[in-house]
């Protein structure tokens, strides 16, 4: 066992993020990667041209700490155009290093110590450190049942004093829920009330199924002023590795956001934040292919997990599926999700990810794993056909 006393109490209860640990683990093994949510493809040849362009020419040297003035000139004009929303690049808009530094940074600029956080669980693994980084302390409502909603008078219930701010993902990383506008209403309306923030991890905002369409709750009555929208380039346009990611937001917390990043990164890569501007003006048919296409490969694996006898959540958006193997468990004997995962590795030469790194009440995780498909059908197919062994 490691020494820890010489690490800081902060970090001392933080373990790797079992997403990445099982990126690693079937390195070692040989096998289908569907743990950690990234593409094998490439992103679209224009963008990749774009930075081929930003390195020959004049970007070598940090940009603006919160953002190159035609990148934040570009989320503005792309946040009218989606959804509307009137987004001034001077006041409005912090660049950073992905949508989780934004998030961190968020949370650093708005968060005290002592102050109460509401996340909804199953949640994106990186909220929890976030608040115990900021000292804040998360308040878990459960998202339940099979589209995983919540129960209103619950999250009324859990607002306190000391209650800052309401954190959620949508579309959801990992269970593919897409939060309706009723339900948006109901967090708004509770942030109006007790005058909490709502911060926001849109990053999936583009990938939604089946007709479903993603509101961010900042375009509901009164909800710009206080709402942090997150999102970024990585999954829209296929570049998780560059790090761009970005923040609309009220003035004053815009302000907090860039003084927070400011001292954590100081700034995103100068080249990449120029080379997004050529994304973020991708004409309305881009996105239309991009969903199209996500939607076949969830149709592709969610086939053939259900073929091998997985119960399958069907996800509307985001490009993971969480699925129940409690019936699996028994059936072999096995403890817990992440047996279950190590033993999937081994058995079928496929990596997934715990359920219970989505939850704090990590029972609530236990006979549950997320597949994960940004892949090429030959990629889905391969671990599709790994999987009927359990058929
Ligand atoms: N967002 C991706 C996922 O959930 C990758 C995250 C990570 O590397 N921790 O798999």
């Given amino acids: 066992m490691p020494d820890l006393t010489r690490l800081s109490k902060r970090v001392q209860g933080f373990t790797e993020s079992v997403i990445r640990e099982m990126t690693r683990v079937v390195a070692q093994h040989g096998g289908v990667n569907l743990a950690q949510g990234m593409p094998n493809f490439p992103p679209p040849q224009a963008l990749v041209e774009a930075a081929h362009r930003a390195l020959d020419g004049d970007f070598h040297q940090y940009a603006i700490t919160w953002g190159a003035p035609n990148l934040r000139a570009a989320i503005a004009e792309k946040y009218r155009r989606f959804y509307g929303m009137d987004v001034d690049p001077e006041r409005n808009v912090t660049v950073c290093c992905g949508s989780t530094e934004t998030m961190l940074s968020t949370l650093l600029a708005v968060l005290n110590p002592g102050d109460e956080v509401i996340i909804f669980e199953p949640f994106y693994e990186n909220y929890g450190p976030g608040c115990i980084i900021s000292g804040a302390e998360p308040v878990w409502i459960p998202l339940e049942g099979r589209d995983f909603t919540f129960d209103p008078d619950r999250l009324r219930g859990a607002v306190s004093p000391r209650t800052r701010a309401i954190v959620f993902n949508s579309p959801n990383n990992p269970s593919g829920k897409v939060f309706s506008r009723e339900e948006l209403e109901v967090i708004a309306d509770v942030c109006r009330r ?16 089946d007709g479903e369409v993603h509101v961010p709750i900042a375009t509901l009555p009164d909800m710009a002023e206080r709402t942090i929208t997150i999102s970024g380039i990585s999954k829209s346009y296929s570049v998780t ?13 815009s302000d907090g956001i860039r003084r927070a990043h400011d001292f954590v990164t100081v700034g995103a890569p100068a080249p990449l934040q120029e080379a997004a501007v ?40 985001a490009y993971y599926i969480l699925t129940d193997v409690a019936h699996f468990m028994d059936r072999y004997g096995i403890q817990d999700d992440t047996a279950f995962a190590m033993w999937l590795i081994r058995e079928c030469g496929v990596a997934t990810v715990p359920g219970s790194s989505f939850y704090a009440h990590g029972d609530l995780g236990r006979a549950k794993i997320r597949f994960c498909f940004p892949k090429t059908d030959d990629m889905l197919r391969d671990a599709g056909e790994r999987l009927q062994k359990l058929s």
């Fill in 194 to 209: 007790h005058d909490l923030l709502a911060i926001t991890d849109e990053i999936y905002e583009h990938i939604v199924y």
């Fill in 278 to 317: 050529t994304a973020l003006r991708f004409p309305d048919s881009y996105y239309v292919t991009l969903r199209t296409a996500y939607q076949a490969r969830r149709d592709l694996l969610l086939g053939y997990l259900e073929r091998a006898g997985f119960v399958c959540n069907r996800p509307r958006g």
């Fill in 241 to 253: 590795g560059w790090r761009v990611g970005y923040a609309v937001a009220p003035p004053e917390i």
